[in-house]
Structures are given as structure tokens and as C-alpha cells.
């Protein structure tokens, strides 16, 4: 039996502040004239100039040859780790990263590739876990053939790996012959966080990829960079696992709207997400883990309240947030919550705890 999630029932007060995940975000107004007013093509044929148009300009942002538009990130994932591995390769990777907790097992089930779960806090490892974790070469061992980093770490907390780290990380990788590879979902909330630009951070892995789906607040696409070569090699792989699309310029529009208006306001997000983490953390019995940047997790068992019963408390009051263990939740900032809405989230918390 698997699990579809909850659907809300009929009679579920209308949602006032959504913080369950960024990737709730709806096109605004100002991103859906822009798809109207896109030029279109067949993108499988190299025939749409606004998915061109995308993959030129995120090539420049990440400081790649070139780059590829796909319907989601979990296919960019899908699609660099095909291209990165043969069968019964490794994927060094930390233990929460989402190529190894979210995505259905499909490096696995399409790729036959493995992934090595490593310890470290905040969804990090450090170099001398990376070493101790790599195997020396030899005919009964397994091939390791990629690390793999995720910036921000999801459920890591949303924190950002510092630049020094992403390079050694990068070094001793290549050092032992093994590719890189950087899920770069949040990568610009990372950049606009520290002021690193993302081809700085992206510089040593040799694949990167951005989600607009996130807080970029676009309705779909994301975008996987690398050399010509792997992109190239890559493009076999978006085609078996149907990635290939025809009028996608539509959505590449809305990405490159995001690109223009959507990226210096996630200052927004992080400073909401850091009111957000002041107010929960003056309620009785809540912990905050201090958000770095759009993701706030708590803990609540000094409440005494499981995580999913607090959830279901806030919903009953028009607030989502997510609950993503017994007794740990999550609230995500993003373009579509103020600072009203932090507010009334507080408040909201605060009532479900006391109740
Ligand atoms: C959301 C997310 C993905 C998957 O992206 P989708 O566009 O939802 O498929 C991959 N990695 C991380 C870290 C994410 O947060």
C-alpha cells in the first residue's frame, strides 16, 4: 500500500498562511503575461528560443558550458546521476539528501546506482568523513563514482554549505577520480544569503542544477548545467525517461521572469523565516533550529505534542506547515507569505500549543 497524501477535508478552513513548502508558490499575474507573451517552439528539436533563451542565460549563472531545461528537479537528479554512473556504481551523498530520501529510489530502480549514505550535522559532511568513506580501488570493490552535495540541505535545516567546504569537498573528489555533483534546489537562496555568486559556488562540480519551482515561484522546470559534453551525454538521458518536451518555452518564460523579478526578494523569505524562528522559539516547549535561510524546522517535543498533531491544530486555524518526523516540523518562506502571515502563523502556534 502506498501512502497518497491526505487530501484536506471538505470542510478544512481556507488556508491563510501556507508555510508547508516552497514549492507551493502560484505564478503571479506578472509571471503568467509572460508565458502568454512567450515565443515558442519544439523543444525537443532545438526549436524553442525562450528554453534557449533559459539555458544560455542559467549556463552564464552557474558558469557552465551549458545547460538543459527539464520538468523538475528530481529529474535533473534522475538525469545527472545516469549520466555521472554505470550500474552498480556509488553516489557518496549525506544521509538526508534528497537523491537518497525523496525520490521514489530512482537511482536505484532506473540506474542501478547505489548511494552511500554520510553522517554529518546539518546535512553536511565534512572532509575527513568524505576521505574516511572513500574505498580504496581495487577489483571486489565498489565503484565510487560521484559526490554529491545539496545547496541548501533540505532537510538539513536549509543551510548553506560555506564556499571553503563545496571546494575541498570538490578536491578531494576529484583527487580520487570521482565526479560532483551539486543539487542546487535552494542554490539561489544560498547565493542571496551570503552574497556568493552561484558560479562561485558551483565552481569544482560538474554538474549543477537549479529548481524554479521553489521560492522562484514558476509552475514548472528546472535547469541541470555542466560542460557541453555532459550535457550532451545527458541529452540521451532526458530522452529515455520522457524529459524531452515540445512548447516548453511556455514555462521557460515563467523561469526567466523568475530569473528578473523573483531572486533579490528571497531576502524577504530569509528575513521572515527569521521572524518566524524568533516567534516559535518564545512559545513554551518549541526548539528552533536558526534558520540560514527560507526553511524553519522545530522541535516540539517540549510541548508534549507530536509534530503532526500540532500540524493538524495549526490547519484547523488556516496555517500549514509540514511535519517531518515524530516530533519535528517544518515551515517554509516563500513569494506567496508576509510578514502578516508570520504573524498570524505565531499566533496560530502559539494557541495550538496551549490548547
Ligand atoms: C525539491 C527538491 C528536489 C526535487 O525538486 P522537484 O522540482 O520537486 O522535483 C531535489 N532536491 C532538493 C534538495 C529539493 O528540495
Redesign the pocket.
Known sequence: MVHAPPRPPADAPPVRVNLY?D?QTRPTAAMKQAMMAAEVGDEQAGLDPTVDALCDRMAALLGTEAAMFL???????RVALLTHCRPGDAVLAHET???LT??GGGAAALGGVQITPLPGAGGQFDEATLTAAIAPRWRYGTPQTLVAV?Q????GGGTVWPLARLRAVAEIAHAHGMATHM????LLNAVVATGVPAAEMAAGYDSVWL????GLGAP???VLGGSADFVDRAWVWKQRLGGSMRQAGLCAAACLHALDHHVARLAEDHANAAALARGLAQIEGITVEAPQTNLVFFDTRGTGRRAAELAARLRAAGVLVSAMGEWRGRACTHLDVDRDGIDIAVAAMRAAVAA
Open positions: 513548502s514549492t520538468p523538475s528537479g528530481t529529474m535533473c537528479n539528501a534528497h537523491i525523496a525520490e545539496e541548501t540541505s533540505n532537510l543539487d542546487g534546489a535552494r529548481d524554479f519551482t521553489k514548472l522546470g528546472a
